[in-house]
């Protein structure tokens, strides 16, 4: 069994910055694409960030340039740097596995962005 655990979200002023991180069991990791998604409140879950088995990223148009995706796969850790943060971004953050989120879930991480 996979389990992803996120942390590292909170409340934050806009323009500030947070790093979410996630912590996979299981061997699968460091063959898989890690990402992250985010749903706010009323609104579809959307993707946030992902990246290859190899470190290759990608963004959604709202957050490049402001956030960072990474991993660790020493480590079994994937992260999400989070600069210039805005109200928009509230929302419950989740890891995923697979490009297009297609295996496990984390529980999510909440992230709430003052004005």
């Known amino acids: 069994q996979v389990q992803l655990v996120e942390s590292g979200g909170g409340l934050v002023q806009a323009g500030g910055s947070l790093r979410l991180s996630c912590a996979a069991s299981?061997?699968?990791?460091?063959?898989?694409?890690m990402g992250w998604f985010r749903q706010a409140p009323g609104k579809q879950r959307e993707l946030v960030a992902r990246i290859t088995s190899g470190g290759i990223p990608n963004y959604a148009g709202s957050v490049k340039g402001r956030f960072t995706i990474s991993r660790d796969n020493a480590k079994n850790t994937v992260y999400l740097q989070m600069n210039s943060l805005k109200p928009e971004d509230t929302a419950v953050y989740y890891c995923?596995?697979?490009?297009?989120?297609?295996?496990?879930w984390g529980q999510g991480t909440q992230v709430t962005v003052s004005s």
């Open positions: 995923t596995s697979g490009w297009r989120g297609e295996g496990y």
């Open positions: 299981g061997s699968i990791f460091s063959i898989n694409a």
